[in-house]
């Protein structure tokens, strides 16, 4: 029988949201529900991979799977720091957790109360690092960060710009070696079981495998399983 694939690799998963507190009861958070993300990780181990998960705030349970460990995190912050530590070393890095970009830039130690005089709180964002792009940048200053970096990109799409070109500009600014584009919505992927995705390979990626389609992007449509082992074969 074929030897798996991705025997003795090491492959490192982010999955889920980041939850920004705001109070000690407040957050923002997002939709994200992990699903593309553990489906990641599943068809990792399952190719002969050894997978870290690091997991956000997801409707999902992390398999209990030999080959799996899962550790979890909820702001940017913490996922920051667990990227870090993880993947010095890995092989892969499918960085398919749904990041806050902001979070509030202070945090209330007490509870935010109405006010007396009907005055509204004011919130005020500041940014997140963004991690993959810091990863992608690790990687080129000390070589030690993953042998390919996968970003992911949802998009809605805007009267200005194409999915698709928003997701190509994306690769080239993040430095990714893959981005996997889906398309996000009210009713389409978020929590959903089935997917459309679009993987695109940077201009380096495509030369070393002396890729025919070079510049067109893999597009396919399935359950999140069947586009997790799509991510994997690019
Ligand atoms: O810029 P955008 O959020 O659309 O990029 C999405 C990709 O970048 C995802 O792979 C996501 O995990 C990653 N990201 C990140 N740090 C952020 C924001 C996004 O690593 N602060």
Same mark, same amino acid.
Do not use: W
């Given at each position: 029988e074929a030897q798996p694939p991705l025997l003795g690799r090491r492959v490192v998963v982010t999955a889920g949201g980041t939850r920004e507190? +705001?109070?000690?009861?407040?957050? +923002?958070?997002?939709?994200?529900?992990?699903?593309?993300?553990?489906?990641l990780a599943e068809a990792a181990a399952a190719a002969?991979?050894?997978?870290?998960?690091?997991?956000?705030?997801?409707?999902?349970t992390a398999p209990d799977l030999p080959n799996i460990t899962a550790e979890h995190i909820e702001t940017a912050a913490q996922l920051r720091a667990a990227v870090e530590r993880a993947t010095d070393g890995a092989d892969l +890095?499918?960085?398919?957790?749904?990041?806050?970009?902001?979070?509030?830039?202070?945090?209330a130690a007490q509870k935010i109360k109405k006010t007396e005089d009907g005055t509204n709180p004011v919130i005020t964002l500041e940014?997140?690092?963004?991690?993959?792009?810091? /990863?992608?940048?690790?990687?080129?200053?000390?070589? /030690?960060?993953? /042998?390919?970096?996968?970003?992911?990109?949802?998009? /809605?799409?805007?009267?200005?710009?194409?999915p698709l070109e928003l997701a190509r500009a994306k690769l080239l600014r993040k430095g990714c070696d893959l981005l996997v584009l889906n398309q996000v919505g009210e009713n389409l992927v978020f929590g959903r079981d089935e997917t459309e995705i679009h993987i695109l390979s940077s201009p380096e990626l495509s030369d070393q495998a002396q890729d025919a389609n070079r510049g067109e992007p893999v597009s396919m449509r399935g359950t999140k399983r069947q586009a997790a082992e799509a991510i994997l074969a690019a």
């Amino acid at each position: 029988e074929a030897q798996p694939p991705l025997l003795g690799r090491r492959v490192v998963v982010t999955a889920g949201g980041t939850r920004e507190p +705001l109070d000690p009861v407040r957050y +923002l958070g997002n939709r994200s529900s992990g699903k593309q993300g553990l489906a990641l990780a599943e068809a990792a181990a399952a190719a002969g991979a050894q997978v870290h998960l690091i997991a956000g705030i997801m409707d999902v349970t992390a398999p209990d799977l030999p080959n799996i460990t899962a550790e979890h995190i909820e702001t940017a912050a913490q996922l920051r720091a667990a990227v870090e530590r993880a993947t010095d070393g890995a092989d892969l +890095l499918l960085m398919a957790a749904a990041v806050a970009d902001f979070r509030p830039a202070d945090y209330a130690a007490q509870k935010i109360k109405k006010t007396e005089d009907g005055t509204n709180p004011v919130i005020t964002l500041e940014r997140n690092p963004d991690i993959l792009a810091e /990863t992608v940048q690790r990687r080129a200053q000390q070589g /030690t960060g993953p /042998t390919v970096i996968v970003g992911f990109a949802a998009e /809605t799409g805007s009267a200005d710009a194409e999915p698709l070109e928003l997701a190509r500009a994306k690769l080239l600014r993040k430095g990714c070696d893959l981005l996997v584009l889906n398309q996000v919505g009210e009713n389409l992927v978020f929590g959903r079981d089935e997917t459309e995705i679009h993987i695109l390979s940077s201009p380096e990626l495509s030369d070393q495998a002396q890729d025919a389609n070079r510049g067109e992007p893999v597009s396919m449509r399935g359950t999140k399983r069947q586009a997790a082992e799509a991510i994997l074969a690019a």
